[in-house]
């Protein structure tokens, strides 16, 4: 006898109303000890758990905190999750966790489905296609009192809460450490044109050249996917002229890149060299290890958290803020 076991099956048992049954399972001060103690008893003896969905119904609010993300078959994501879910679970929190599939249309479904589930707090990557239009659906969740913070993927212009990786110091620490090795023809690839992320790494990796390196050959291309960059790469590197390093933006991109890189003979780093910015995970995997400058998805979980934890005390309250990057040196460079 679990969830059928209620209320009113307790008080009928005891003998007594039940709102006091109800207010002795929350260790009201106006019932005795000796009522709390036969109440608690009892509702341990029958199973009972109180109904979370009522409860919901009756505060308009839940312990539930949501997390929107592109795809979850991805370490940043993963680590960003697991880092919510650490410090959210001893505070009482649980965590519902939805993927949009980088589409816009899913990505709208999935905000219906967080505010039909009353979430209390909602962490936001956006995808690709999102619009104007939908952040601003986003943005109307403050009507119902759940702030959103947005993280990783953002609004561009839009007045809100923010965690972001630091990504213009990432692109920076990554061309300058190209310059270091007195780099020629460098292949940079980046991810989609739409997404602010790929402007702030792609405006000031070309900066960094522009400044301190003005002849070198720096070709900047585009990649939605990893096959995508795969092809890219493959191209580059058959070509009558091939790069001596590849940049990376992202992890998706760097395992593209190797996966053309090792249908070559092509050795690391004598030939071509390898630098990415990465969560961290996946340049281990290969030999050399890639030389990465981190961006960590835990890290920005934790700081995210923070952040949604300062918005539930304080509704009003509105930040962007950046996690540091470091530079974290392999044999691929």
């Known amino acids: ?13 005891l003998n007594i ?16 000890t000796e009522t709390k103690r036969k109440v608690k008893e009892l509702a341990q003896t029958l199973e009972y758990e109180p109904n979370s969905y009522a409860v919901q119904l009756r505060t308009n609010e839940s312990n539930v905190l949501g997390i929107l993300v592109p795809s979850i078959n991805n370490f940043f994501y993963d680590s960003f999750i697991a880092a919510v879910e650490e410090l959210a679970r001893p505070l009482g929190y649980s965590v519902l966790t939805m993927q949009s599939g980088d589409d816009r249309n899913i990505e709208h479904e999935n905000l219906r489905l967080f505010k039909k589930q009353r979430v209390t707090g ?20 403050k009507e119902l009192s759940i702030p959103v913070v947005f993280f990783d ?61 003005p002849k070198t050959n720096v070709d900047f291309q585009f990649a ?10 493959a191209e580059k590197i058959n070509g009558k002229k091939r790069p001596d390093t590849i940049f990376c933006m ?22 071509l060299g390898i630098i990415s910015i990465s969560n961290g995970f996946i340049p281990t995997l290969f030999k050399p290890k890639i030389t990465y400058v981190e961006t960590s998805g835990y890290k920005l979980g934790k700081a995210s958290f923070n952040r949604m934890l300062a918005c539930l005390h304080n509704r009003e309250s509105v930040e962007e803020s950046f996690i540091e990057s470091v530079l974290v040196e392999g044999g691929s460079l």
Not at 1 to 7: A, C, G, P, V
Not at 224 to 233: D, F, G, M, P
Not at 262 to 268: C, E, I
């Open 250 to 271: 992202g992890d998706l991109i760097l395992i593209g890149t190797m996966d053309a890189v090792h249908a070559t003979n092509l050795k690391l780093p004598e030939q």
């Open 17 to 32: 109303s039940i709102s006091t049954v109800s207010r002795a399972l929350k260790d009201h001060p106006d019932i005795s």
């Open 1 to 13: 006898m679990k969830q059928n076991s209620t209320l009113k099956k307790l008080s009928e048992i």
């Open 122 to 141: 909602l962490f936001v990557a956006l995808t690709s296609g999102t619009t104007e239009a939908d952040i601003e659906s986003f943005l109307k969740l």
């Open 224 to 233: 939605i996917s990893a096959q995508h960059a795969k092809e890219i790469v």
């Open 153 to 213: 993927l953002v609004p561009e212009f839009a007045y809100c809460n923010k965690v972001c990786l630091d990504d213009e110091g990432a692109a920076k620490l990554s061309a300058e450490a190209i310059i270091k090795k007195e780099k020629k023809n460098v292949l940079a690839i980046f991810g989609h044109t739409n997404l602010s992320i790929t402007k702030r790494r792609s405006e000031t990796f070309k900066k960094v050249f522009t400044q301190l390196s």
